[in-house]
């Protein structure tokens, strides 16, 4: 069965709703604003997701400005502040050899985000 499509909340362009990201603007979960640990929809003003109650705003590492479930570049400095895993865009420890959730290996991942 062909997937249904929807608009990307980020860019507007229509993606299949099993997306793990936007094919157009490769930003992660493009219909829904979600837990980047767990996947549950989340409501922006939550800090703390209520499913698996990880934090959903993180400081940046460099600036310390807060970052929310879809901030995985700091808005301020350009700084990454979370990697994803680029098969089920759930959120990966930098340098980890594989996603935890679906398995990936990340080796070939981290070798093109340079040393
Ligand atoms: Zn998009
Ligand atoms: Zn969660
Ligand atoms: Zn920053
Ligand atoms: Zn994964």
Same mark, same amino acid.
């Given at each position: 069965m062909p997937g249904y499509k929807r608009p990307c909340r980020f860019c507007g362009n229509l993606v299949d709703e099993?997306?793990?990201?936007? #094919?157009?603007?490769?930003?992660?979960? #493009?219909?829904q604003m979600v837990? #980047?640990?767990?996947?549950a929809p989340v409501q922006?003003?939550?800090?703390?997701?209520?499913?698996?109650? +990880? #934090?959903l705003v993180i400081p940046c590492p460099r600036c310390n400005a807060p970052a929310g479930p879809?901030?995985?570049?700091?808005? +301020?400095?350009?700084?990454?502040v979370r990697y994803r895993c680029p098969a089920c865009a759930a959120v990966i420890a930098p340098g980890? +050899?594989?996603?935890?959730?679906?398995?990936? +290996?990340l080796k070939d991942f981290w070798k093109s985000k340079g040393p």
């Open positions: 099993n997306s793990a990201a936007c #094919p157009f603007c490769s930003r992660a979960h #493009p219909l837990c #980047p640990h767990c996947f922006a003003a939550w800090t703390v997701c209520n499913a698996c109650a +990880k #934090p879809d901030d995985d570049i700091c808005g +301020k400095c350009h700084s990454v980890a +050899k594989r996603c935890e959730r679906c398995g990936t +290996k």
